[in-house]
């Protein structure tokens, strides 16, 4: 069979395919590291468990997981990343009523209601108490 350069052009397209992802994977492997490792079957089911629970891959929620305690963070659940997001919202709000109540301090050089004050420290108070007890818990 003669070499047509309709024959030519795959091999050559194949060889450059070929010697390209050589020099990709060559670079890849200098750049980047693999671990590996064994799970019980338990164990992987509770992975995988508390990850779908999270909409994540059971890899990365050991990624994660790693990564949080390697940086000494506390890696929340869905449920309490979204319960964080809501304590900073109440946060934010008693904090104006507190703003507001020192600028009408300020500008009157008196305080018309304590009361009011101390009712806001006490929410505050009882906002973060909830949230650093017991975070898992639902109203």
């Known amino acids: 069979m003669r070499n047509t350069p309709t024959n030519e052009r795959p ?11 050589k020099v ?3 670079s890849f492997k200098q ?11 338990d164990e992987h089911a509770e992975i995988k ?7 994540r891959s059971a ?3 050991i990624w994660r997981e790693s990564l949080a305690y390697r940086q000494g963070r506390y890696l929340p659940t869905r449920d309490i990343q979204a ?13 104006n009523n507190l703003n507001q109540i020192a600028r009408a301090a300020n500008v009157t050089g008196e305080v018309k209601s304590s009361r009011d004050v101390l009712r806001q420290l006490e929410s505050l108070e009882a ?7 017991k975070p898992w818990k639902k109203k």
Not at 49 to 55: D, L, S, T
Request: glycine residues 8%.
């Open 11 to 21: 091999k050559e397209k194949a060889a450059r395919l070929k010697a390209y992802r």
């Open 31 to 41: 750049r980047h590291a693999r671990i590996y490792g064994t799970l019980t079957n």
């Open 49 to 55: 468990r508390v990850a779908e629970a999270n909409g």
């Open 83 to 95: 319960r964080i997001e809501r304590l900073y919202g109440q946060l934010r709000s008693i904090g």
């Open 127 to 133: 906002v973060i108490a909830q949230f650093v007890e």
């Open 24 to 26: 990709y994977w060559q």
């Open 59 to 61: 890899w990365e929620q």
